[in-house]
C-alpha cells in the first residue's frame, strides 16, 4: 500500500507531502558540455596533466568537461588506432555545446577539433596553459 502524502492515521496531508517535496528537491541548472581542446601527442604524461588540469578548470567554471583524449587512450592505440580516435572525437564534439582551445599552439588534431567546430558554429573559447582566457585564435 502507498502511504506517500498520507499521515501516520492514513489521511491525506498535502501540507507535509508539499514541505517533504520542497526540502529534497535538488536544484537542477543547465550546465553547459564543453569539449577540452589540448595537445596529446609528443610529451603524453605531461599532457595528459594538463588537461586533466583544464577539465578541473572547466568544472570549476560551472560546465561539464568532455576530454576524449583522457578517456579513448585508456582502450585504444595511439600508434594503431588514430584515425578511429580521431572520428571518435569528431562524433563527441559534435554533441558538446562548446569548444575551449588550451594551449599556445595547435596540433594537428587540435586544428581539425577546432575546424569542425567552426563549421558546425560551436562557442569557440581560446584559454592560455594557465586557464586564462585569451580571445586569441591559436
Known amino acids: 500500500m502507498n502511504t506517500y502524502g498520507l499521515n501516520q492515521e492514513g489521511y491525506p496531508d498535502p501540507t507535509a507531502t508539499q514541505a517533504v517535496a520542497a526540502a529534497t528537491k535538488v536544484e537542477k541548472k543547465y550546465l ?3 569539449y577540452i581542446c589540448s595537445k596529446y601527442s609528443g610529451d603524453t604524461i605531461a599532457n595528459t596533466e594538463a588537461a586533466k588540469r583544464y577539465s578541473r578548470f572547466a568544472v570549476d567554471q560551472g560546465a561539464i568537461p568532455l576530454a576524449p583524449h583522457l578517456l579513448l587512450p585508456l582502450y585504444m592505440k595511439e600508434e594503431t588506432e588514430r584515425e578511429l580516435a580521431m572520428f571518435m572525437d569528431m562524433v563527441f564534439l559534435g ?6 582551445v588550451f594551449g599556445d599552439e595547435a596540433s594537428p588534431g587540435m ?18 596553459n594557465e586557464c586564462r582566457e585569451t580571445f586569441t585564435e591559436i
Open 32 to 34: 553547459p558540455l564543453v
Open 95 to 100: 554533441k558538446v555545446d562548446q569548444l575551449w
Open 111 to 128: 586544428k581539425a577539433e577546432i575546424a569542425k567546430a567552426k563549421k558546425h558554429h560551436k562557442t569557440i573559447r581560446y584559454f592560455d
